[in-house]
């Protein structure tokens, strides 16, 4: 069976929810708001539900500091015993999102998708971690060491990345040419306080375009779940979106807590592969470049 496309037994369209909201230091409040999405977007027929980044509480990275290291996680751990009941009652694949704790010291930022059943299908480990103001990643996250690899589920093949991710080509290629049938990336982005209005606009476009232009260069449906709010010095923006693999918008969220969700035709992204052959014409044999730091 060629990995590229849809296997046998996926279906020819396929539902996706997204479940956006807002986060405070309560736990329990921020996984009930989860879970409550999970169940809106089931109703509404998902069949796949995407979170946003770390979404069991607020984003951490405002600054560094060891307290907040008392929030990671093992998988399996809390976050996921509780997504994993939801995937199983209500009958959909979750992509989750959890502060790891691998072992005593070590870290990650990390995606966990779990099956109908409520089993764990996979994981994935950040690649690309930011070190930025208000986005202090470095200090918190050891980078993923499993590379780029979709996950095997019941809907097709995966190609989950998470947010700084998004930034980077080559992730959303790898995972591509490794099959992925659709690329999901949990999200917590936003515009610093600072910030003017003309550079927000421009922040936010660049945002959407970028992971446009991952979709229409790998001929693949994306979604990108980020949160809302202010926390810290930082106002997340929201506007979670669903596109299909000519970048075309099939969904867009404002920014307020909703339920996006979207109809994916699975078919088209062969149609879209025939009509612009990108895999077929790249130039293997000159892209070794791409694997140095920097072209002196």
Known sequence: MNRDLPSDTSPATLNLGLVQHSCSDDYQENIDKTL???????????DLVLLQELHSGTYPCYEEHP????????????????LSKAAAEFNVVIVGSVFERRAVGLYHNSAVVLERDGSIAGRYRKMHIPDDPGYYEKFYFTPGDEGFVPIQTS???LGVLICWDQWYPEAARLMALSGAEILLYPTAIGFAADESTAEQSRQLEAWQTI????????ALPLAACNRIGAEADTEFWGNS?????????LAQAGT?????IATIDRRRSEEVRRMWPFLRDRRIDAYAGL???YLD
């Open 36 to 46: 409550q999405g999970i169940a809106s977007a089931a109703a509404e027929g998902a």
């Open 67 to 82: 307290a907040h290291f008392d929030r990671a996680e093992p998988i399996p751990g809390p976050t996921t015993d509780r």
């Open 155 to 157: 809907l097709g093949r």
């Open 211 to 218: 992971q446009r232009g991952h979709a229409i260069a790998n």
């Open 241 to 249: 979106f669903i596109c299909g693999p000519q970048g075309e918008f």
């Open 256 to 260: 307020n807590e909703q339920v996006l």
């Open 291 to 293: 694997t140095r730091r």
